[in-house]
């Protein structure tokens, strides 16, 4: 019986060439699947091309709510970004997709899964944890880890050799993208010198900043339990929302990120991203939770978001970490409701207003008017106990004067370089009187000899 192996496919030229050396190398029968995730053209074609190279099943499924609601909303409420900048576009892309070619693979009784990552990058990380949490009994064929093929120019002539049909596949594509309804990333070609600033043919999404619309746009999001749910008062549901997001953004040149960051296997690489639609929600989601949860609450889920990103870009979805992760924010976002107004400008998002039935600003508290809410003289006591701590140490030390360790070496300087001053001036004035007195004495002996004595000066 041939080996039955579950292909994650895109069309492209990496998955168009897999089809036919799993075939080659394995004597395989391929089963493809493609998940719609919001890529340009959806699943459109997939079939056809799939079958041209020698596929024996296509798998097709639009996942593009489940992936919005069940991946990009649990990251965006988490606050997660990577690198200070990423927005975890194909991170988040990876598990989801993954977990279809298992459920697959179990209904078509396959025993290997097989991808098109190179072993340079990080997604081959993120779809090999995922078949290890859900099917740790199926084989994993990595070819970008097993043929000889080492570049895109070798790609193609294998391709070329076999006289396989590479149905809309770019052979004179300079950059390597991903695409979903959440980002597009840019990488390679140019992008590999990091001094190299793209040009704007490159961008595939939004406006340059100073092309974009003269006049600003305000634009209003509005949120419950940390969840988008309106654009501009019109409840949408969550692909469309995020659809309507992208091209608010994308017309005023939002969501451009360029970074250098750190991949899983060490190297550093260069990657650019356009997100519009994220970018604006995370800009207003993160200034609804400042208006909604304590200082306390908020420094909690910084920490979280932190390790929230790593867990997202390291592919460790399918995990009791992540789960008790969403428990906490889930918890966070209980009174995270409210709408945001944001104000758009050539490549910026600023902060007009914002409201929530939620919030935790008490006008009459924080009012520097004569309102009698607040009264003053509190204070006082709870200075004494806010600053108690120092208090002890300064009775501790005797009432000593703190200083830092660089003010005590500048003090220690000086009074060095002072001694060092006695020392000289005691030095020089010591010989100044011996050669005083020398001089007068030769000034005498000299007077003497010529037989008048006077004092010599």
């Known amino acids: 019986m041939a080996l039955k192996v579950v292909l994650a496919y895109s069309g492209g030229l990496d998955t168009s060439v897999i089809v036919p050396w799993l075939r080659e190398k394995y004597g395989a029968e391929v089963i493809c699947v493609a998940a719609d995730v919001g890529q340009p ?15 024996a099943e296509f798998y097709g499924e639009d996942l593009r709510r489940e992936f919005v609601e069940d991946f990009v909303w649990p990251t965006l ?8 900048k990423y927005l975890l576009g194909t991170s988040m892309a990876r598990p989801i997709i993954a977990r279809r070619m298992v459920e697959v693979a179990r209904e078509v009784g396959a025993s290997a899964l097989s991808h098109g990552c190179t072993g340079k990058g990080n997604d081959q990380v993120r779809f090999e944890l995922t078949f290890a949490a859900l099917a740790p009994d199926l084989r994993v064929i990595a070819p970008w880890r097993e043929w000889d093929l080492q570049s895109r120019e ?11 049909p590479l149905v809309g596949v770019d052979k004179t594509k300079l950059y390597s993208r991903d695409e979903n309804i959440w980002h597009i990333s840019h990488e390679g070609g140019p992008l590999e010198d990091p001094a190299f600033e793209p040009d704007e043919e490159m961008y595939q999404w939004t406006t340059a900043p100073e092309a974009a619309p003269d006049d600003l746009e305000y634009l209003e999001i509005g949120f419950e339990q940390g969840r988008p749910v309106s654009v501009n008062d019109e409840a949408l549901d969550s692909v469309n929302l995020l659809l309507a997001l992208n091209e608010i953004g994308s017309r005023h040149g939002v969501g451009r990120i360029d970074l250098v960051e750190d991949r899983l296997v060490g190297m550093k690489s260069r990657g650019v991203y356009e997100t519009p639609g994220g970018t604006l929600l995370y800009i207003a989601l993160q200034e609804l939770e400042q208006l909604t949860l304590d200082r306390r609450a908020l420094t909690f889920k910084d920490r979280l978001a932190a390790r929230y990103a790593d867990l997202v870009y390291e592919g460790w979805w399918w995990t009791p970490e992540r789960e008790a992760m969403d428990a906490s924010v889930d918890v966070l976002m209980k009174r995270v409701t409210g709408v945001v107004r944001l104000k758009l400008f050539k490549g910026s998002a600023l902060i007009a207003s914002r409201r929530s039935p939620e919030s935790l600003y008490h006008a009459g508290l924080a009012s520097f008017g004569e309102e009698a809410t607040y009264d003053h003289a509190d204070a006082e006591g709870f200075i004494k106990l806010f600053g108690l701590p120092a208090r002890v140490a300064a009775e501790r030390d005797g009432g ?13 300087t000086d009074e060095t370089s002072t001694d060092a001053d006695e020392t000289a001036t005691e030095t020089g004035g010591t010989a100044t009187n011996e050669a005083a007195t020398e001089n007068a004495e030769v000034a005498t002996e000299t007077t003497e000899s010529e037989g008048v004595k006077t004092p010599a000066g």
């Open 41 to 55: 053209g959806g699943l459109e074609g997939l079939d056809e091309r799939a079958e041209a190279t020698g596929a």
């Open 154 to 164: 070798d790609a193609l002539e294998y391709a070329r050799a076999r006289q396989i």
């Open 77 to 84: 409420r988490s606050g997660a970004v990577y690198g200070r």
């Open 400 to 412: 000593k004067v703190w200083k830092s360790d660089a003010t005590e070496v500048a003090a220690e």
